[in-house]
Structure formats: C-alpha cells, structure tokens
C-alpha cells in the first residue's frame, strides 16, 4: 500500500513538472485534489502560456503527420507525371528558366551577357545541362560563390565545387554580402550554402538567341503581348 501511494506521489510530481494541472493530475491519476496538492506543492506553478502551446502542439501533431503523408504522396505522383524528357523539352524548360533567373539586358543599359543566380542545387544542375544541349562548352563557364560573410564560405564554396564537378581552386573569388544584426535570417545552418553565379564567356550572341526563344515562346503560347518583341 505504503509502495503504491509512492508510486502514485512520484507520477504526479512528474506530471507537475510536464506542466499539468492539478485538475489533470486528478484525472490522469483518479485521486484526490488533496492529495495532489500535498504531495507537488513545493514545485513550481507551470507556465500557463507553455503548457497551452505544448498542449495545442499535441492535438495538431497527428494532423501535420497526416498533412505531411499527403504532401509527399502529391509531390511523388506530380514527379511521376513528367517521364523522361526530350531535348526539345529540355531546351523550352531552359529558356524559361533562364528567362525567369538569369540577368537581362534593359533599354537603359545594354549588357548582353548570360549570368545565372541561383540559391537551388537542382536549378543550377538543370541550367548546366541546358547550356550544353545548346551548345556551351565547359571551358567557357566560370563560377561564383555569393554568400553572406557569417556563412561557413569555404565549406559553400566546397559544397558548389563538388555540385558542378569542378576543383574548388578555379572558383572566381567568392561575393560576401554584409551581415547586417537587425535582419533576423531564416537562411542560416549547415544547410545554407548561399547562391552560385553561372557566367558564361562570350555570351553575347547566346543572349541574343535567349531574348529570341523567349519572345517565340510568347508568341506562340498566343500572348497578346508583343512588347519588345524583336522585329
């Protein structure tokens, strides 16, 4: 008896510590509130705040589960929806994506040159790809770490090297962006590696062929739009 009534104590100062009521000590235990209060007084009151958020935390947890099972399933059958690409697909994904990313020359500032940012390693695979079905050759491809001066810039740099299969030593030298302490950054960890800069050597005339596939693309998507299209 002696042991029980122990063990019973030892359960619900534990349950105070997780942060529970007396009122759910009661209920979890099916004792007296009496008894509760005198075996966990000398602990501390819990923090309503916490324990509302650790119980709402509790309740929607098996609904993210369900949520996240979902997500995944959606995203495998959309994978499962593209097959295998053509190159003719492969060249319209490119344009697009070069179009969407990549920097472009302005009326007020012509700068015909074929630079491509990104921050995501399966863009810059994609784009690599792309720039040989039309032609580029690897020699005339240069790279570019742009990270912010607090990242781990070697280990980026590292990381880019390995992603484009070339030695970290040909690398142009990295572009540090200022840390700025009021900017609260959600970039940040061992999972941040910054963007790499794609250039590609004497582009003029593949950005010429860029501007003309995209503004073909348009027409014949049947865009009313014709701004700027090339006569």
Same mark, same amino acid.
């Given at each position: 008896m002696v042991q029980a009534k122990t063990e019973m104590k030892e359960r619900a100062r534990a349950?105070?510590?997780? #942060?529970? %009521?007396?009122? /759910?000590?009661?209920?979890?235990?099916?004792?007296?509130? $009496? $008894?509760?209060?005198? &075996?966990?007084?000398?602990?501390?009151?819990?923090?309503?705040? *916490? !324990?509302?958020?650790?119980?709402? /935390?509790?309740? &929607? /947890?098996? +609904?993210?589960?369900?949520? /996240?099972?979902?997500?995944?399933? %959606?995203?495998?059958?959309?994978?499962? *929806?593209? #097959?295998?690409? %053509?190159?003719?697909?492969?060249?319209?994904?490119?344009?697009?994506l070069y179009w969407a990313e990549g920097t472009k020359s302005k009326s007020y500032r012509l700068e015909e040159r074929v630079t491509f940012v990104n921050s995501d390693p399966g863009m810059i695979t994609l784009y690599l790809r792309w720039l040989a079905l039309v032609g580029v050759e690897p020699e005339r491809l240069r790279f570019r770490v742009m990270i912010h001066e607090s990242a781990d810039v070697e280990g980026a740099e590292r990381y880019w090297a390995d992603l484009v299969g070339v030695d970290v030593s040909v690398l142009e030298g990295a572009t540090l962006k200022k !840390?700025?302490?009021? %900017?609260?950054?959600?970039?940040?960890?061992?999972?941040?590696?910054? @963007?790499?800069?794609?250039?590609?050597?004497? $582009?003029?005339?593949? +950005?010429?062929?860029? *501007? #003309? &596939?995209? +503004?073909?693309?348009?027409?014949?998507?049947?865009?009313? $739009?014709?701004?700027? @299209?090339?006569?």
């Open positions: 349950l105070r510590r997780a #942060g529970r %009521t007396y009122d /759910e000590i009661v209920a979890e235990l099916g004792v007296s509130k $009496s $008894s509760v209060s005198l &075996w966990v007084r000398d602990l501390p009151r819990p923090r309503r705040a *916490e !324990h509302a958020r650790a119980m709402a /935390e509790a309740r &929607w /947890e098996p +609904y993210r589960r369900k949520q /996240e099972v979902l997500r995944q399933q %959606t995203k495998a059958m959309a994978a499962g *929806e593209i #097959g295998r690409m %053509t190159d003719r697909e492969l060249f319209l994904v490119g344009v697009g !840390h700025n302490p009021v %900017t609260v950054r959600k970039n940040t960890g061992k999972a941040y590696h910054g @963007c790499l800069v794609v250039r590609v050597l004497g $582009s003029a005339d593949l +950005y010429r062929r860029i *501007e #003309g &596939w995209w +503004y073909g693309i348009v027409v014949e998507a049947g865009s009313d $739009s014709r701004e700027g @299209c090339p006569n």
